[in-house]
């Protein structure tokens, strides 16, 4: 990085996170807390766990898609490729900001607060007695248990650290060295990379997601947890490039055909997306067995058949998530004109928010005074939510900012950079 | 056998000036004309000032037909001519025949595509004139070549083969129908 305004710029937008990440942070630490005396005492930690999810989809959509470009030796992301590398830095903060949400249920001596499970003795909803008594999680306990749960997360955590060190190493030795070796090495470990890190999320997903609600049972759920993943990296790092390119180093390598091969991949993942999720609920809903369909059921109504307030969102989901992308991306001027693409990743990164908040929040509160013994959770926007996303948002960019004071804007020795500077539609 | 005129070819010794040349014969505003080589040029379209494709509007209107006729047929037959209780389900919903609406969709779309490329590409051609000259038939190997139709509007056998001429050219000729 050779330009000193650059640099000054950097510096003092990641400052900036920083402060504002660590503020909005305590402001959710304080929600968190506050809420444990509320009598939906999951609800803070459910905040922090959108958040978390909201800036790891991206992140790992991010070393999805970085190793496949390595894998299929593709050229002409290679400018692109190290702004995701940037993004790949995010890992140990996450990780970091992930240990909370198992350790505070932990000190404060009720395990299950926000995964059920976690604690044998939680009562059921509905008055069916404690986890522990529940078959179907009796059968699931090999799975999920506390001691099998850190294990994995720590497995998974090292997948998703460990592949992003290295690929990140190499890339920027290659920098200072033009070491070709460097290149072949990237693309030997993803091979291998993509199978460690699509087992590793799709068991996350299940683990930290899917788990919320133990009783269900899904095929897809790692599927999803990919596509929506991929949708978000590729709307966050086509807003990430456009910024960089309209204001500062990119200004004039990151060309249309770029911009136009990114919102190709949008489309084709929108599709993915809407097939996946499809999918899962077309499965669920021609079997119709209760232990699946309840999760679609607390979805739409309140058991009676009076439609509650996911109702609409799930609706938004089929037509904002899926059909008004899709129509939008499916027109070319949508996928080179900046403005019309940036509104799209925008719409795109808004409703995987509210993807997010439709899968984790959604279940069963205990309530006595409710009919059934329990009353669902409701969709709402809480500020703790929203100084979730910030707080983890803030750390997130200012790690990035401190990975592009390290290396240089483009991977200038790379050997297909000239290829990428080139490419055209 | 009529000795009426189709076009003039002119033959360009490389990619650039074949591209440039392009870029000329757009300028000046002729129509009917093309540039041949044995492989594809980046930008060629452009320098030729061509639009877009109009393809994908026939991937749409297939797309949108097979959309169409999937969820009439299946709402046809399960909930208007026959209706049929099958596992409790309703006789017509948006969900359970979604995978028949969306193949029927792709198909389509697909039909729309081959079919629209098929129109758009003027195929099948089983003859045209420009093959009676002997040179074209070296595009295939290494000729790089422009021409220009007799049918437009400022074609002149005179002044278009001295146009050809100005840009770069050689190996003029006329080409009969």
């Given at each position: 990085m050779s330009d000193q305004k650059d640099i000054q710029k950097i510096n003092s937008t990641g400052f900036f996170a920083l402060v504002i990440g660590l503020v909005a942070l305590a402001i959710s630490l304080y929600g968190i807390f506050s809420g444990l005396e509320t009598e939906d005492p999951a609800r803070g930690f459910l905040s922090w766990l959108v958040g978390l999810s909201f800036w790891?989809?991206?992140a790992l959509g991010l070393l999805f898609i970085t190793q496949i470009w390595y894998v299929f030796h593709a050229r002409w992301p290679t400018i692109i490729r190290r702004q995701c590398e940037h993004f790949l830095s995010v890992f140990p903060w996450l990780f970091l900001l992930f240990i909370p949400l198992f350790i505070i249920p932990q000190i404060i001596g009720e395990p299950g607060i926000l995964w059920k499970w976690l604690?044998?003795?939680?009562?059921?909803?509905g008055g069916h007695g404690t986890v522990q008594d529940d078959p179907l999680y009796q059968w699931k306990s090999v799975y999920l248990n506390s001691n099998a749960f850190i294990v994995r997360a720590a497995i998974y955590f090292s997948v998703f650290i460990g592949l992003s060190y290295f690929l990140r190493k190499w890339s920027f030795d290659t920098d200072i060295t033009g070491n070709v070796e460097n290149t072949h090495k990237a693309r030997r470990l993803s091979s291998v990379g993509l199978f460690l890190l699509a087992t590793a999320s799709t068991l996350a997903g299940i683990d930290w997601f899917k788990s919320l609600d133990y009783h269900w049972f899904s095929t897809m759920y790692g599927v999803w947890f990919f596509a929506a993943s991929m949708r978000a990296a590729l709307s966050a790092i086509l807003i990430f490039c456009i910024i960089v390119s309209v204001k500062g180093y990119m200004k004039g390598t990151f060309k249309q055909a770029h911009r136009y091969d990114l919102g190709c991949m949008m489309l084709a993942f929108t599709i993915f997306w809407a097939y996946i999720s499809f999918s899962q609920y077309f499965l669920i809903y021609n079997a119709n067995i209760p232990e699946e369909t309840y999760w679609y059921n607390i979805r739409e109504h309140d058991g009676y058949g009076v439609k509650n307030s996911w109702w609409v969102i799930s609706l938004l989901l089929i037509f904002a998530h899926f059909i008004a992308p899709f129509l939008m991306l499916l027109w070319y001027k949508t996928k080179i004109v900046v403005n019309r693409l940036v509104f799209v990743a925008i719409w795109i990164l808004v409703f995987h928010l509210v993807d997010l908040y439709w899968n984790l929040i959604p279940g069963k509160v205990i309530d006595a005074t409710a009919s059934h013994g329990y009353y669902i959770r409701q969709f709402s926007v809480e500020v703790f939510d929203i100084t979730a996303i910030i707080g983890i948002g803030g750390i997130c960019i200012w790690s990035v900012c401190r990975s592009m004071l390290k290396a240089?804007?483009?991977?200038?020795?790379?050997?297909?950079?000239?290829?990428?500077?080139n490419h055209s539609e | 056998m009529s000795e009426e005129i189709y076009g003039i070819v002119a033959s360009f010794k490389d990619t650039p000036s074949l591209y440039h040349a392009a870029e000329k014969v757009r300028d000046?505003?002729?129509n009917h004309w093309d540039t041949y080589s044995s492989f594809p040029i980046h930008g060629m379209p452009e320098a030729q000032g061509q639009k877009r494709s109009k393809v994908p509007i026939f991937t749409f209107a297939g797309?949108?037909?097979?959309?169409?006729?999937?969820t009439t047929m299946v709402w046809y037959m399960n909930a208007f001519d026959y209706p049929l209780i099958v596992g409790g389900y309703p006789f017509f919903s948006p969900v359970f025949p979604f995978p028949i609406m969306y193949e029927l969709t792709i198909l389509l779309a697909a039909f729309g595509t081959l079919g629209g490329m098929f129109i758009m590409n003027l195929l099948?051609?089983?003859?045209?004139p420009l093959f009676n000259c002997a040179k074209f038939l070296?595009?295939?190997d290494d000729r790089l070549m422009i021409a220009i139709e007799a049918k437009d509007g400022q074609f002149d056998p005179v002044a278009t083969k001295q146009f050809l001429e100005s840009i770069g050219g050689f190996d003029i000729e006329e080409v009969t129908a």
């Open positions: 790891l989809s991206i604690d044998g003795a939680n009562a059921l909803p240089e804007p483009i991977p200038i020795k790379d050997p297909n950079i000239l290829t990428s500077l | 000046a505003g002729f797309g949108v037909t097979g959309l169409t006729l999937g099948p051609q089983h003859y045209n070296e595009v295939s």
